[in-house]
T-cell receptor
Framework: AQSVAQPEDQVNVAEGNPLTVKCTYS??????LFWYVQYPNRGLQFLLK??????LVKGSYGFEAEFNKSQTSFHLKKPSALVSDSALYFC??????????????FGAGTRLAVHP | KAGVTQTPRYLIKTRGQQVTLSCSPI?????VSWYQQTPGQGLQFLFE???????NKGNFPGRFSGRQFSNSRSEMNVSTLELGDSALYLC????????????FGPGTRLTVT
């Protein structure tokens, strides 16, 4: 069963405008949720996480994400996009399995393109 | 602190050969995970090692194997390479008491011809 979904393959936004990259999850219990960004020919960089506490989580580079339990969503947001934000963004959820082990499951990724 | 390092960064191999990739985690991190990234399949989990023991394994054939050493450095090996093994292989390390976030290396780009 799919644990995390990113419904948009690509998001286009003009520089200076707010941006939203969507993510929904489907794990039982309290989810551990993460956002990562990947620039070309680079590994993934950790942006932010939600474990517990405030539903609005602030992360690196001015990004924030809002956890919404009723909608099972964890959308990534930024008030004012920069051209340098153009990259591939991954949402991930930590999922626990029987036997106690767990692993990080990634969404398919959303390509963000910020136009000057 | 130095980040996660992976060697080599680029590799070209021929079908049927084998390859070994290396990963050095952030100092103090005992968990190391490996992922395969391809345009078609996205990010796929290969395996995770913790304190020299394989703790989790993804859905990959037995040609893919790994190990972890006492200093937490990890290697993964792919035997009998196939064209479809061409991918970016990413290693990530984590501290389990920090909310489980993983820190990734730059990856090894493997091309199988």
């Amino acid at each position: 069963a799919q644990s995390v979904a990113q419904p948009e393959d690509q998001v286009n936004v003009a520089e200076g405008n707010p941006l939203t990259v969507k993510c929904t999850y489907s794990v039982s219990g309290n989810p551990y949720l993460f956002w990562y960004v990947q620039y070309p020919n680079r590994g993934l960089q950790f942006l932010l996480k939600y474990i517990t506490g405030d539903n609005l989580v602030k992360g690196s580079y001015g990004f924030e994400a809002e956890f919404n339990k009723s909608q099972t969503s964890f959308h990534l947001k930024k008030p004012s996009a920069l051209v340098s934000d153009s990259a591939l963004y991954f949402c991930a959820v930590r999922r626990w399995f029987s036997g106690g082990y767990n692993k990080l499951i990634f969404g398919a990724g959303t390509r963000l393109a910020v136009h000057p | 602190k130095a980040g996660v390092t992976q060697t080599p960064r680029y590799l070209i191999k021929t079908r049927g050969q084998q390859v070994t990739l290396s990963c050095s985690p952030i100092s103090g991190h005992r968990s190391v995970s490996w992922y395969q990234q391809t345009p078609g399949q996205g990010l796929q989990f290969l395996f995770e090692y913790f304190s020299e023991t394989q703790r989790n394994k993804g859905n990959f054939p037995g040609r893919f194997s790994g190990r972890q050493f006492s200093n937490s450095r990890s290697e993964m090996n792919v035997s009998t390479l196939e064209l479809g093994d061409s991918a970016l292989y990413l290693c990530a390390s984590s501290l389990e008491d920090r909310g489980y976030e993983q820190y990734f290396g730059p990856g090894t780009r493997l091309t199988v011809t």
